[in-house]
C-alpha cells in the first residue's frame, strides 16, 4: 500500500456498531463486561480506548513499524521512552535538538540517576568515541535537527548502535512519515510530536512511539497504561482527520518552504540560512538520501547579528504569526533563544550555531508569493 492510501486506510475500517465512515469519539471512562475479565477488548479507557487503537494501528503502518503507543503529548511519549532506563545508564543525545527534549533529560531524569551526554552526530565516526561501553544504553537523535536543520546519517549511526548493543530512537517530528522513515534505516523506536506536522491544524496535542518490535512496544504499552499519561479520544479522533491530508500538507510547505529559503539566501538583511536543501547544506547528500524532500522548516540569521534586529522582524510579520510549535497549515514565525530552546544554556546553545538573532520559520500552506512578501515588509523595519 502506498503512503497516500495508508494516510486515508492503514488501519481504519468503518465503525463496526453503525458503519460510520469516519472513527467514532468514544468518549467513555469504562466498558461493560460480562463477567469479570470477560470483555470485547476494552475495560478501562486509560488502558485501552477504541478510538485511540485506531490510531495506534495507523501510526504503525506509517512508519512500517509493529506497533505504535500514543499520549499526551510529545514529551510525554519521550518520558515513556526514557522510562526504558535504570539508574547508572546513559544516553547519548545529538547536541542540537528541542529544549525541551534537553530540559526532560537534564532535569527531570538526571536527579533519578540517568546521565545524558550531548553530542555532535554529524560524523558517524567521531561519535563512535563518545560510546562508554556499560552504561551508554540509548541513542536519541533528532534530524533535521531543532532549530538548526542539521541532517544526522541514521543508518551510518544505528549501524554503529547495532554493533553496540544501543537503543536507537529518531525523534521524527521534523520530517513527518511522508518525508523520512527511520525504522527502515535501522532504528528501533520512532517519536513524534503529533501536535505537529501530523495534527496539522494546531488544534490538538498528542505524542507518539512507533516500535519496530513487539517486545519493545509491549514494553511501552506498559508504561502507557502503569503511568497514565494517555491523550483523550477527542485528540485522538483530531489526529487522525489530520493524518488524512498530511501527505498534501506536508508537499505543499515542502515547495514553499524551498522558494522562501531561497528569497532569504538572496536578501541583503539576512546573514545564514539554515536549510537541507542547499547543495552546500554539510550533509545535503544524506538528506537527499534518506528524505523524499527537505522539509517545511527554515531557520536564518540576520546579517545584524543583534536580536533587537531580529524583535522588528519578530514583530512585524502579518501572516507569519509570531507563536510556539510548528507544522500546522499556518506560517509561524518563532526566536528559539528566548522560546522553544529558552531551557538551554546560552554556551550551550551557541556551540551548534544557536545565536540570539536566530529565527525559526514553520512555513505553511498559505501562497507562497504572499508568504515572501510578508517577510519582506517585515525586513523593511530593520
Known amino acids: 500500500m502506498k503512503f497516500a492510501t495508508k494516510v486515508i486506510h492503514a488501519g481504519i475500517e468503518p465503525d463496526p456498531a453503525t458503519g460510520a465512515i469516519m472513527t467514532p469519539i468514544y468518549q467513555t471512562s469504562t466498558y461493560a463486561q460480562e ?19 485506531v490510531l495506534e494501528k495507523n501510526l504503525a503502518a506509517l512508519e512500517n513499524g509493529k ?14 521512552i526514557l522510562r526504558l532506563l535504570k539508574p547508572g545508564d546513559e544516553v547519548l543525545a545529538s547536541n542540537d535538538l528541542y529544549g525541551g527534549s534537553y ?9 533519578y540517576g540517568i546521565q545524558s551526554h550531548f553530542v555532535d552526530m554529524d560524523d558517524p565516526k567521531q561519535f563512535k568515541k563518545h560510546i562508554s561501553r556499560g552504561k551508554t544504553k540509548l541513542v536519541w537523535i533528532e534530524t533535521p535537527t531543532n532549530p538548526m536543520l542539521s541532517i544526522i546519517d541514521i543508518k551510518s549511526i544505528c549501524k554503529i548502535a547495532k554493533a553496540n548493543d544501543l537503543l536507537v530512537c529518531v525523534d521524527n517530528t ?46 511501552l504499552h506498559y508504561i502507557q497504561n502503569a503511568v497514565g499519561a494517555v491523550p483523550g479520544p477527542q485528540d485522538c479522533f483530531l489526529i487522525l482527520r489530520g493524518i488524512k491530508t498530511l501527505h498534501l500538507r506536508v508537499e505543499r510547505a515542502c515547495k514553499n518552504a524551498k522558494k522562501i529559503a531561497k528569497f532569504l539566501q538572496s ?42 534586529e531580529a524583535k522588528k522582524v519578530l514583530t512585524n510579520t502579518h501572516l507569519f504569526t509570531l507563536a510556539e510549535s510548528l507544522g500546522g497549515v499556518e506560517s509561524l514565525i518563532g526566536h528559539p533563544a ?5 531551557s538551554i544554556p546560552k554556551p550551550e546553545r551557541l556551540k551548534v550555531g544557536l545565536t540570539d538573532s536566530l529565527i525559526r520559520l514553520s512555513v505553511g500552506v498559505e501562497d507562497v508569493d504572499d508568504l515572501i512578501e510578508d517577510l519582506d515588509k517585515a525586513f523593511q523595519n530593520l
Open 338 to 342: 528566548s522560546m522553544t530552546h529558552a
Open 267 to 308: 536578501h541583503p538583511k539576512v546573514g545564514k540560512v539554515y536549510y537541507p536543501g542547499f547543495k552546500d547544506h554539510p550533509n545535503h547528500k544524506i538528506a537527499k538520501a534518506q528524505m523524499r524532500d527537505f522539509g517545511g522548516m527554515v531557520s536564518f540569521d540576520l546579517a545584524n547579528d543583534e536580536y533587537e
Open 67 to 80: 506497533d505504535a503507543i500514543c499520549f499526551a503529548s510529545g514529551l510525554a511519549a519521550m518520558d515513556a
Open 174 to 219: 521534523f520530517s513527518s512519515p511522508y518525508l523520512q522513515n527511520p525504522l527502515d534505516l535501522g532504528a528501533d523506536l520512532v517519536l513524534h510530536s503529533a501536535t505537529k506536522y501530523l495534527g496539522g491544524h494546531s488544534d490538538a496535542i498528542l505524542g507518539a512511539v512507533v516500535a519496530k518490535t513487539k517486545k519493545l512496544a509491549d514494553r
Open 35 to 53: 463477567a469479570p475479565g470477560k470483555n470485547k477488548g476494552y475495560e478501562y479507557a486509560r488502558t485501552k480506548n477504541p478510538t485511540r487503537s
Open 103 to 111: 530540559r526532560l533529560m537534564r532535569t527531570i531524569f538526571e536527579p
